[in-house]
């Protein structure tokens, strides 16, 4: 099932900020221009019209031929509801490759609030990605992605994906 509504995608690194517009319906959001805002509050009406889900996704949908942009190598993925709070931090993070423990031993770094940490995907597979479980439906506001500063090819082809329950694309 689709919702309708917008959510913003914000994507970090120490040497430019990038933006994109999250909406029901279509392809996952490509990461694409912008900079980050503050919290605005919100009417109940556009609170009703944001996307809700239960897992959110940051990775590569597509086959990279190039294998040093096939990898996802982020510091923090924020996810913050109608009030601003940050509803990823410290919840259960998947991969898509959890078979190299040197990996799959980061993956909590992605919501741990530090910045200096490490969550990166790796192995041979294509299409590699990162998950963070909300512990339930969650109405989504801002998803933002904090990236390796010396490692910005990884952004290559990255999107942000959110899914329900039974992990139907939202």
């Excluded at 509803?87 to 898509?96: D, G, H, Q, Y």
């Excluded at 992605?110 to 041979?124: C, E, F, K, M, Q």
């Excluded at 109405?139 to 090819?153: A, E, M, N």
């Excluded at 990884?154 to 899914?163: E, F, G, I, R, S």
């Amino acid at each position: 099932p689709m919702l309708a509504g917008v959510g913003l995608l914000m994507v970090c690194c120490s040497s430019a900020s990038v933006a994109a517009n999250m909406m029901g319906g279509g392809d996952p959001a490509p990461v694409t221009g912008g900079t980050e805002d503050s919290p605005v509050p919100m009417t109940d009406e556009e609170i009703a019209l944001l996307p809700q889900a239960v897992y959110v996704r940051v990775g590569k949908t597509v086959d990279i031929t190039n294998q040093e942009h096939r990898f996802i190598n982020l510091t923090e993925v924020e996810v913050f509801d109608e009030k601003g709070k940050n509803i990823a931090l410290n919840r259960p993070v998947s991969m898509s490759d959890a078979s190299n423990p040197d990996y799959a031993s980061l993956i909590g770094n992605l919501v741990d609030d530090d910045l200096t940490s490490i969550a990166r995907t790796g192995g041979t597979t294509q299409k590699h990605w990162l998950e963070i479980n909300l512990g339930g439906i969650k109405r989504i506001h801002k998803v933002v992605v904090h990236s390796k500063s010396d490692t910005p090819h990884n952004l290559n082809k990255l999107k942000v994906m959110l899914y329900g329950t039974d992990h139907t694309w939202m």
